[in-house]
């Protein structure tokens, strides 16, 4: 391998290696600002980019996205910030107890008890103020990381 092959290799790892860390931070700065950062962090390869596992309390942030594309990043803080949410209810209630009311709300769902919904998870109240969370507030976190230089 020359020396020239080995320097443009050297430089894109170390261009995943800012990137990766630029990811990391804007997540390290949303958990402080919404107060979970005492939330169990994983990193886990899978589709969406990020999932709170209400099972285990903990939040899962996808690998597959160590370099945010530009068309992507709303959708990374839009979920990043959804789950987030959850994860301030589980904070809230407790994790299991949370997870209790998650799932009563799914039941209720699933077995007809709730007029007009038939989705136990679009329909989830619990997924619908998530939802709405993450839509709310992401444009403002785009902006501050924007200026940051983050995204």
Not at 58 to 69: A, C, N
Not at 70 to 79: A, G, N
Not at 111 to 134: C, L, S
Request: glycine share 4%; net charge positive.
């Amino acid at each position: 391998m020359n020396l020239i092959n080995l320097k443009k290799i050297k430089k894109m790892i170390l261009n995943e290696l800012i990137k990766e860390t630029q990811k990391n931070q804007m997540v390290s700065t949303l958990f402080k600002h919404y107060g979970v950062e005492s939330v169990k962090m994983k990193y886990k390869s899978m589709k969406d980019h990020a999932y709170f596992n209400v099972e285990t309390g903990t939040m899962e942030i996808s690998t597959r996205y160590k370099d945010l594309k530009t068309s992507q990043v709303k959708e990374f803080l839009i979920t990043l910030i959804h789950e987030i949410r959850h994860a301030m209810d589980a904070k809230k209630y407790g994790w299991r107890k949370f997870k209790d009311m998650w799932e009563y709300e799914a039941n209720m769902i699933s077995g007809d008890h709730v007029k007009g919904k038939t989705d136990p998870y679009a329909d989830n109240p619990h997924e619908i103020e998530a939802e709405e969370f993450g839509q709310k507030n992401w444009k403002q976190w785009y902006n501050k990381f924007k200026k940051q230089n983050l995204i």
